[in-house]
C-alpha cells in the first residue's frame, strides 16, 4: 500500500508561482514512477507530469511545457511540482500517482493522493 499526501495548493494571480509537494509513505517509493495529474469539476482528469524512479526521465504534457517542473527526493520520499508562469486555465485539484514504470496513462497509476486545490485568478 502506497499512501500520498500533497500539499502547496492555494490561490495565487496569473503569473505567479506555486510548488506542490508530494509526501508517500511506502518503502517502494525509490522503485515507482511519480506523477502529477489535475482535474476541474465536470471534466476529466488529464496528465500533467510524471517522473521516473531515478529522476532520469521526465514527461510533460504540451500545456504545462516549459512552465512545470516535476522533481523528486528519494532519501524524502517526496515528488515536487514546480509550477511558473501560471495561468487561469490552470486552475484545479492537482493529484499525486504513483505508478511502477513511467507513464501517463492515469490507468498505470496504483495509488493516489488527495488532492490539492490550486487557483489561478487573472
Known amino acids: 500500500q502506497v499512501q500520498l499526501v500533497e500539499s502547496g495548493g492555494g490561490l495565487v494571480q496569473a503569473g505567479g508561482s506555486l510548488t506542490l509537494s508530494c509526501a508517500a509513505a511506502t518503502r517502494t517509493f525509490s522503485m515507482r514512477a511519480m506523477g502529477w495529474f489535475r482535474q476541474v469539476p465536470g471534466k476529466a482528469r488529464e496528465f500533467v507530469s510524471v517522473i521516473s524512479w531515478n529522476g532520469g526521465n521526465t514527461i510533460y504534457a504540451d500545456s504545462v511545457k516549459g512552465r512545470f517542473t516535476i522533481s523528486r527526493d528519494n532519501d524524502k520520499n517526496m515528488v515536487y511540482l514546480l509550477m511558473n508562469s501560471l495561468k487561469p486555465e490552470d486552475t484545479a485539484v492537482y493529484y499525486c500517482?504513483?505508478?511502477?514504470?513511467?507513464?501517463?496513462?492515469?490507468?498505470?497509476?496504483?495509488?493516489w493522493g488527495q488532492g490539492t486545490q490550486v487557483t489561478v485568478s487573472s
Open positions: 500517482a504513483a505508478g511502477g514504470s513511467i507513464a501517463i496513462d492515469q490507468s498505470d497509476f496504483d495509488f
